[in-house]
């Protein structure tokens, strides 16, 4: 059954920018006369009493971008607050169980939803048939612990729990129970995803792996304690909770000097947003300062709502979701009308149906897509000033790069001719760019390189071509792609380079993805490139590997 989003939307923003007027000094991101030119037309005669209207500024062509574009880079789980369906209670709570191991690895069970009725989650998890374990036989288990989920909470938000069973079965079928200590309620911080952990350990400071057949456990929801205050620390919270530091003009200014001329940030805003849809006004500026870093440092700006989980490809609750959605743009085209050309909108960010479909989903999803593109362009277009003629950037269905999946990809009608632009993301093959937990499963390879590899590449950046450069006329960015950092520099760098190869080949650009953990090729806290092989394959488009 799905949940309705209970946010009570408010009246649409009346927006005073007439599309017609252009701001009367340069905007961010425009590119300014040159200090000692005179705009053409213009003489050295004293202006008449009533000045003509300013010329109206319009951004550069899709085309054109695509011309000037060189690389980009994502700046990945800095402002992407990650955001589930806004929910009260129990709806959206779910748990797991999880250990951590002497050789560093980190194991969990399923995620399981917690019940409606009893409002309890019972989680069994069974090693190596359930869950993901990358444990070694050998090593020893240093901690099991429990999570609860829910990500419609802020930063300031507590949930209570019992954890009312906590235990692991051992390989001939005894059951070992917790502390009796640890069977208690938890009340935690949830912008942060973790629930108290009750420890489990080995009267000699460890438990092998291969001894555990089963971890059990049982949790109970108690309440959760809504709080709205936004503070600057809460947003500074938000920001750091996947480990990263603060973005600062620094950090933009290193990558530009590397040679990325575009950067993507990916911002999460429903979870920022009160009951009536008002987007809070500390985030949306702390956004706008982090798009102001890119302005000043002379590079696009591709500016993304992460959708992923509370938006949904789905009949049933699209009024109530592209509602919000609707909202949400309004209040981002209002905020940076005045912004020029460098700075772009993207739609949305891999948003999936119901099912958590990443490939062949019913025909309806995609119906849902491409509706909610309509809004998307139709809102921006109305936000006025530069707005009207922003180069908008449209995510298919999963972010899709199969042709196959991509011809349910339909644009939508827009005022003005020449702005879009599609974008897909590739990881290809999953078992070599992914890890473990990205994956769900321990079917990694560290090895890359055959002639069918290659060529699958090649047949990727050549569909991506025929399907949208070709059959829809507009240019593709390949929005996110890259290697966890699990095989050895020298393969990641051959991959990253062949893909930059074939990439240039056929037209399409490129943003590697970074987020600042298995993915990092910039340490944001230094400043520093620690796999230059990698980043010098892909800034050469693979000749420094070859």
């Not at 050998?138 to 930063?155: C, D, P, R």
């Not at 057949?213 to 947003?235: C, L, N, Q, Y």
């Not at 090895?447 to 240019?475: H, Q, S």
Request: proline share 3%; charged share 25%.
């Amino acid at each position: 059954m799905k949940v309705m989003l209970s946010l009570v939307l408010a009246a649409a923003l009346l927006l005073g920018l007439a599309a017609c007027i252009a701001p009367k000094k340069p905007s961010h991101g425009e590119k300014a006369l040159p200090a000692d030119s005179t705009p053409e037309g213009e003489g050295t005669t004293a202006a008449p009493e009533t000045a003509p209207s300013p010329e109206v500024k319009e951004c550069e062509s899709a085309e054109s971008f695509a011309q000037n574009m060189t690389v980009g880079w994502n700046l990945g789980l800095a402002l992407s607050y990650f955001a589930e369906q806004p929910k009260a209670g129990v709806e959206g709570l779910s748990g797991l169980v999880f250990f951590m191991a002497s050789d560093g690895s980190y194991s969990r069970s399923d995620n399981v939803a917690f019940d409606l009725a009893s409002k309890t989650a019972e989680i069994t998890w069974t090693l190596g048939e359930n869950g993901i374990l990358t444990a070694g036989a050998g090593s020893s288990v240093t901690g099991i612990g429990v999570e609860q989920w829910n990500f419609s909470l802020g930063a300031a938000d507590k949930l209570t729990y019992r954890l009312e069973a906590l235990s692991y079965v051992t390989a001939d079928g005894a059951e070992v129970s917790c502390d009796a200590a640890r069977l208690t309620e938890y009340t935690t911080d949830m912008s942060d995803g973790t629930g108290g952990q009750a420890g489990l350990m080995a009267a000699d400071g460890g438990l092998a792996v291969s001894e555990i057949k089963e971890i059990r456990a049982k949790m109970k929801f108690v309440g959760i304690d809504r709080a709205r205050e936004v503070t600057p620390e809460s947003i500074d919270y938000a920001q750091t909770r996947w480990g990263n530091p603060l973005t600062t003009q620094e950090m933009i200014n290193a990558v530009r000097d590397k040679g990325f001329n575009l950067i993507r940030v990916q911002v999460s805003y429903v979870t920022h947003m009160d009951h009536a849809g008002n987007i809070d006004k500390l985030w949306l500026d702390r956004v706008a300062e982090v798009v102001d870093y890119c302005m000043n440092a002379g590079v696009y700006c591709l500016l993304t709502s992460t959708g992923a989980g509370w938006l949904e490809a789905e009949r049933e609750t699209f009024p109530e979701h592209s509602a919000v959605y609707r909202r949400m743009w309004e209040q981002i085209s209002a905020r940076f009308a005045d912004y020029g050309e460098l700075l772009l909108f993207e739609a949305c960010n891999e948003v999936l149906n119901a099912d958590k479909l990443w490939s062949n989903p019913p025909k309806e999803s995609y119906d849902v897509m491409n509706e909610l593109y309509q809004i998307f362009v139709d809102t921006v277009r109305a936000g006025g000033g530069y707005n009207t003629t922003r180069n908008l950037v449209l995510n298919p269905y999963a972010a899709a790069y199969e042709y196959n999946m991509n011809q349910n990809f339909k644009l939508p009608q827009d005022s003005t001719d020449g702005h879009l632009i599609a974008e897909v993301h590739c990881y290809e093959p999953n078992n070599f760019c992914f890890n473990e937990i990205n994956l769900g499963s321990n079917n990694f390879t560290n090895e890359w390189g055959t002639k069918a590899e290659r060529a699958k590449i090649e047949i990727i950046m050549k569909n991506l071509k025929r399907r949208f450069v070709e059959e829809l006329g507009v240019p593709v960015i390949v929005g996110e792609f890259g290697v966890v950092d699990r095989a050895d520099e020298d393969t990641r760098a051959q991959y990253v380079g062949h893909f930059a190869k074939m990439a240039e080949k056929y037209g399409v650009k490129l943003v590697i993805f970074d987020d600042g953990g298995d993915f990092t090729v910039f340490e944001r806290t230094d400043l520093s490139w620690p796999y230059e092989k990698v980043i010098e394959a892909l800034l050469t488009r693979g000749a420094s590997v070859e």
